[in-house]
């Protein structure tokens, strides 16, 4: 009988040492702080945001340096060169005229911090890409992705001066609120996009393959549908921040006795009362709001037929947010959008939104569920 060979022997008498490559593993935990690093930035971004827009601070630092501007000003000159740029802006000269130099740094620094966030978030962003990208650690697929998250970025920082720069000129002295709102809603995108990719990592490639044959595509496209219904809510949203429209009518569930106030196509041309006129904008995110509450609703009620138990938790979780968000928007009208209230309504928008997505991962990828015996 022949004798078996091992499949490491060499042809010759002597046994050949097996090569074994160890392939570097994907270090799925260090992506997903890095990922979430960028996300609880992106969210305080978006906090500070909002309260140099509520303190009127977002129009003080009249030029983009996006390097140099790093540096505040430093001494006693530096601050009068500063404050002097400001007073030649609009915002000065029609509003703020009897501005003095302190008041000035109060409202400087809302405006520095917001944009020194947005440069460390690219920091940040670029030394864990080029840090997994070197070492080939970067999830086969994931590549590309990681760096259109870099150059939404990018190009969130310039849709940002492009913001700015609406009120620098003629007798604006607010920033143009369809401008915010394009910021803040692509603002909303780059951290959906994280949120999706956090949940995907978590899990292998065979783990994502094997769960999305049990895909729930019904619930998916529902799911989908108020995505979408929501991110224009939020667009509204900006608008309503933008002209401080949610200061106008503080009734509810009228708007000063009426249904749609008298007042909201009395701006020329027509197309502008859409995003100028503080009675219309208002009506508009208050009627985006209620269809977007039923459509979460009648979501809720139909993952209740899931027969995953972690898919109708996370539906569950969704809808109880979306009450919760709908009481905080009925309060900041109430309270003529009180810093805090407005504040902690903009943050609830950002957790809905994230939540929206979890519940629509949990149908596109089911966990696995054993059946417990009786």
């Known amino acids: ?17 097996p090569i074994v490559k ?22 305080a971004m978006i906090a500070i945001g909002g309260l140099t827009r509520l303190t009127d601070s977002g129009l003080s630092i009249t030029e983009w340096k996006p390097i140099t501007g790093a540096i505040p000003p430093l001494n006693a000159a530096d601050w009068t060169v500063e404050f002097g740029k ?13 501005m003095t130099l302190e008041e000035f740094k109060g409202i400087f620094w809302w405006e520095w911090g917001h944009r020194l966030l947005g440069r460390l978030i690219g920091v940040v962003w670029a030394i864990g890409f080029f840090w997994f990208l070197a070492r080939k650690q970067i999830p086969t697929g994931y590549t590309g992705k990681f760096l259109t998250l870099g150059v939404l970025g990018g190009l969130q920082g310039a849709l940002g001066w492009w913001m700015v720069s609406s009120g620098l000129t003629g007798r604006m002295v607010d920033v143009a609120s369809y401008r915010l709102a394009l910021h803040l809603g692509l603002a909303f995108v780059i951290l959906g996009l ?40 939020i667009l509204l949203g900006g608008l309503v921040a933008g ?22 196509f009395g701006y020329t041309p027509l197309w502008s009362n859409f995003f100028e006129n503080p009675a219309l904008v208002q009506f508009n995110h208050r009627l985006m709001g209620y269809i ?47 810093l805090d209230i407005a504040l902690t309504h903009q943050l609830g928008a950002v957790a809905l939104f994230v939540l929206i997505i979890r519940a629509r ?14």
């Open 361 to 374: 991962f949990h149908a596109a990828f089911p966990e696995e569920q054993k059946i417990a015996r009786a």
């Open 194 to 233: 994280i949120t999706w990719y956090v949940l995907s990592i978590r899990k292998s490639g065979a783990e994502l393959l094997q769960a999305r044959r049990r895909r729930e595509g019904g619930l998916m496209a529902f799911s989908t549908a108020l995505l979408v219904v929501l991110f224009v809510q």
């Open 86 to 98: 400001y007073q030649t802006s609009p915002e000065f000269l029609l509003q703020n005229h009897a």
């Open 1 to 17: 009988m022949v004798e078996k060979r091992n499949v490491f022997e060499d042809v010759g008498e002597k046994q050949a040492t």
């Open 243 to 264: 002209i401080d429209a949610g200061r106008s009518f503080p009734t509810w569930p009228d708007m000063a006795g009426e249904f749609l106030p008298s007042e909201s």
């Open 22 to 43: 160890k392939a570097k593993g994907v270090p799925r935990r260090a992506i997903i702080i890095w990922l979430g690093t960028i996300f609880v930035m992106l969210l």
């Open 292 to 338: 977007a509450f039923v459509l979460g609703l009648a979501l809720w009620w139909k993952a209740r037929r899931s027969p995953v138990a972690a898919t109708r938790g996370a539906f569950t979780v969704m809808a109880v947010m979306m009450l919760a968000q709908v009481v905080l928007g009925i309060y900041a009208v109430l309270y003529l959008a009180r």
